[in-house]
C-alpha cells in the first residue's frame, strides 16, 4: 500500500468509495506505517539487499546467522527521498551494514541483540541518523588511598609491592557520557607470584544521595587472579548499565601479596555501547 496524491474536492463534490478508500483509509495506513509503524516488519536479506515496506524493520539473514546488508530500495510508492527507516537484527542473527551501493554511514556498522541503526534516504542513497557503536576505551587513572605504602604509582600502572593484605586502589571510569552503556571490561595486568597473591576487580556504581551510596554492578567482577604470569581477565555485565545522572562508576581493585610477590595493574579496557 503507497501513497496516492490526494485529489482536491471542491464545493458540492461528492466523493465515491473508491476514492475516500484510496485517499483516506489508504494514504492514512500508508502514514502510519511510516510515522508509527508499530510492529517491526520481518525482511530476509536476498543478495545483499532489502527493499523496506515501512520505517521500521527487523532483519534475517538470507542463510545462517550472519549477513550482509548492501543495499536498501523502497517498495511502496511515497517512499523516497526524505524517509527515515530503524533497523535491528533478528533475535540471534547478526547483520552487517556495509558502506557500499547505496549505504553511506562513514564505516560499517554491527547489528546484533538489540543495537538499531536509523538512516535517512537522501537521493537515493542511505545516510546515518544514529546507532549504537560498540567502542572500547582504555583506561589508567588509578586513585591510590595510600601511595608508597599500598598500592603505588609507577611507569607500567599501579603496583603493589610483597607482603601487603587486602589493598584496596580505584580506577575510576571517567570518559562516560550520559545515556552510554557500559558492556564490560578486562583487567591488564602481571603478576609475580613466589608465595600466594590474589586479585579481585569489581565495577562499582556510586550514587549521589545523602549520604553517598555505592552498589556492585551484577556481572562487574572478574574471576580472581591467584596465579603467576600476565593477566587479561574480562567481565561481562548480566545487563547492560546506562550511565544516567548523578551516578558515577569505578573500578574496585582489591590485591594481596605474600613474601617475594608483586602486582601490576596496567589498567582496563572498557567496552561500552554508544549513541553516534
Known amino acids: 500500500m503507497g501513497w ?39 525482511l530476509t536479506i536476498s543478495a545483499g ?31 523516497g527521498e526524505g524517509t527515515i527507516v530503524v533497523l535491528m537484527a533478528a533475535t540471534g542473527h547478526t547483520i552487517t551494514i556495509k558502506t557500499t551501493d547505496n549505504i553511506l554511514t562513514g564505516a560499517d556498522i554491527v547489528l546484533d541483540g538489540e543495537k538499531q541503526v536509523a538512516l535517512i534516504d537522501y537521493n537515493g542513497d542511505w ?27 609507577e611507569l607500567k600502572g599501579a603496583g603493589l609491592a610483597a607482603s601487603l593484605t587486602t589493598k584496596k586502589v580505584w580506577l575510576p571510569l571517567n570518559f562516560l557520557k550520559i545515556g552510554d552503556g557500559i558492556i ?63 551516578k558515577q562508576y569505578t573500578l574496585e581493585i582489591l590485591g594481596t601479596t605474600g613474601v617475594g610477590d608483586t602486582i601490576v595493574v596496567m589498567g582496563a579496557e572498557v567496552l561500552i555501547r554508544r549513541l553516534a
Open 127 to 153: 545516510y546515518l541518523l544514529y546507532t549504537a557503536r560498540d567502542l572500547t576505551f582504555t583506561v589508567n587513572a588509578f586513585q591510590y588511598p595510600a601511595p608508597g605504602t599500598d598500592w603505588t604509582p
Open 49 to 79: 539487499a532489502i527493499t523496506i515496506t515501512k520505517s521500521y524493520h527487523i532483519i534475517t539473514s538470507e542463510a545462517g546467522l550472519t549477513d550482509d546488508l548492501t543495499s536498501i530500495g523502497t517498495g511502496t510508492t511515497g517512499m
Open 184 to 246: 564490560g571490561y578486562k583487567l591488564v595486568g602481571d603478576a609475580v607470584e613466589a608465595a600466594a597473591l590474589t586479585l579481585d576487580c569489581k565495577l562499582v556504581r556510586v550514587h549521589l544521595a545523602d549520604p553517598l551510596t555505592t552498589t556492585d554492578v551484577a556481572g562487574g567482577g572478574i574471576v580472581q587472579i591467584a596465579a603467576d604470569g600476565l593477566f587479561d581477565s574480562a567481565a561481562t555485565l548480566t545487563a547492560v548499565e546506562i550511565v544516567a545522572t548523578d
Open 4 to 42: 496516492t496524491n490526494p485529489m482536491t474536492f471542491v464545493t458540492l463534490t461528492t466523493g465515491t468509495i473508491i476514492q475516500m478508500n484510496t485517499y483516506v483509509r489508504d494514504n492514512t495506513n500508508f502514514l502510519k506505517d511510516v510515522i508509527a509503524p508499530g510492529t517491526a516488519g520481518a
